[in-house]
């Protein structure tokens, strides 16, 4: 079975940076694209980056290009999102996702993690 | 960015209802459309997938219809475990974007 294991959340003061991780298992990890979404307390769904199964493309929204940096290391089935220059908007419950087609960067997700909360806060 | 538009924002249901949920693209986006269900404190669920085909292991009392801009999620009758939030999700143009979610709650 697939599993996806979040790990790296936490308190970080405005300014900040943390890095978050996901472990996965249960599928062949270098042929998915890899997704981070977040949702802040109380509300919706928001995309914020992608990673192509072999790491050479990745996508970012506006919001967090430049401050965040998601990367892949396939060898150990884990993906990685690096966050710096945090800010109290960036304050979520963060979601490792797993593609749901094979070798398509553009794609739904059919596996999540459990979320890792991240508060950005003083 | 393509925003994507949910209505109703809440729904209030008895279980065995039929219900219907609206989920509107800004601009084109063919069929690339999924939808989820998130429960309190899980993540989400694939309930759909390019607008129309039901995701492994999801009951045959939830549909998808719909292309270009207007979409439907369709529950035939509802179960006392299918009240939660509902998400769509458009996966034609980057970024990647969710709409604002349509809760379902018991009457």
């Known amino acids: 079975e697939v599993q996806l294991l979040n790990s790296g959340g936490g308190l970080v003061q405005p300014g900040g940076s943390l890095r978050l991780s996901c472990a996965g298992s249960?599928?062949?990890?270098?042929?998915?694209?890899m997704s981070w979404v977040r949702q802040a307390p109380g509300k919706g769904l928001e995309w914020i980056s992608t990673i192509s199964g072999t790491g050479d493309s990745t996508y970012y929204i506006d919001s967090v290009r430049g401050r965040f940096a998601i990367s892949r290391d396939n060898s150990k089935s884990t993906v990685h999102l690096q966050m710096k220059s945090l800010r109290a908007e960036d304050t979520a419950t963060y979601y490792c996702?797993?593609?749901?087609?094979?070798?398509?960067?553009?794609?739904?997700?059919?596996?999540w993690g459990q979320g890792t909360l991240v508060t950005v806060s003083s | 960015e393509i925003v994507l538009t949910q209505s109703p924002a809440t729904l209030s249901l008895s279980p065995g209802e039929r219900v219907t949920l609206s989920c509107r693209a800004s601009?084109?986006?063919?069929?690339?459309l999924a939808w989820y269900q998130q429960k309190p404190g899980q993540a989400p669920r694939l309930l759909i997938y390019?607008?129309?085909n039901r995701a492994t292991g999801i009951p045959a009392r939830f549909s998808g219809s719909g292309s270009g801009t207007d979409f439907t999620l369709t529950i035939s009758s509802l179960e006392p475990e299918d009240f939660a939030v509902y998400y769509c999700q458009q996966r034609s143009n980057w970024p990647l974007t969710f709409g604002g979610g349509t809760k379902v709650e018991i009457k």
């Open positions: 390019d607008a129309s």
């Open positions: 996702a797993k593609g749901l087609n094979p070798l398509h960067d553009t794609s739904y997700i059919d596996w």
């Open positions: 249960g599928f062949t990890f270098s042929s998915y694209a």
């Open positions: 601009q084109s986006i063919r069929s690339f």
